[in-house]
C-alpha cells in the first residue's frame, strides 16, 4: 500500500522559516517524480514545487528563491525548505507523486502551514 505522509507545517510568523518533509512508502520511490502542490480557502489547487527522477527541479514563480526542494531516495523522503515565509503562503500543503509528467498518481493527505503577518 503506497503512503505519503507530510510532515512539518506549523503557524510561523512572516519572515520565518519552514522545512517540510514528505515520507513515502510502498512505492520505488526513485522511479517517481515528486511534487509538493498548495491549496488555500477558496482557491485552487497551485504546484509549489517538482524534482524530477532526474533530480530537475521546477518552481512557481511565486516561491523562486525562497523555497528549494530536494529529495533522498535513500530515505525515500522529499523535502520543502521555505524562507522568508509571506502571508499568501499560508494553505494546506501536500504532496504527490508522478510517473507521468504532470498527472499525480499518488497524494498525501497535506500540511498546513499558516504565516501570520
Same mark, same amino acid.
Given at each position: 500500500?503506497?503512503? %505519503? =505522509?507530510?510532515? *512539518? +507545517?506549523? %503557524? =510561523?510568523?512572516? *519572515? +520565518?522559516? %519552514?522545512?517540510?518533509?514528505?515520507?513515502?512508502?510502498?512505492?520505488s520511490f526513485s522511479i517517481y517524480d515528486m511534487t509538493w502542490y498548495r491549496q488555500a480557502p477558496g482557491r485552487e489547487?497551485?504546484?509549489?514545487?517538482?524534482?524530477?527522477?532526474r533530480l530537475v527541479t521546477n518552481y512557481a514563480r511565486s516561491v523562486?528563491?525562497?523555497?528549494?526542494?530536494?529529495?533522498?531516495?535513500g530515505k525515500n523522503t522529499v523535502s520543502l525548505e521555505m524562507k522568508n515565509l509571506k502571508p499568501e503562503d499560508t494553505a494546506?500543503?501536500?504532496?504527490?507523486?508522478?510517473?507521468?509528467?504532470g498527472a499525480p498518481k499518488y497524494w498525501?493527505?497535506?500540511t498546513q502551514?499558516?504565516?501570520s503577518s
Open positions: 500500500q503506497v503512503q %505519503l =505522509v507530510e510532515s *512539518g +507545517g506549523d %503557524l =510561523v510568523q512572516a *519572515g +520565518g522559516s %519552514l522545512r517540510l518533509s514528505c515520507a513515502a512508502s510502498g512505492m489547487r497551485e504546484l509549489v514545487a517538482s524534482i524530477s527522477r523562486t528563491g525562497r523555497f528549494t526542494i530536494s529529495r533522498d531516495n494546506v500543503y501536500l504532496c504527490s507523486a508522478a510517473l507521468v509528467p498525501g493527505q497535506g502551514v499558516t504565516v
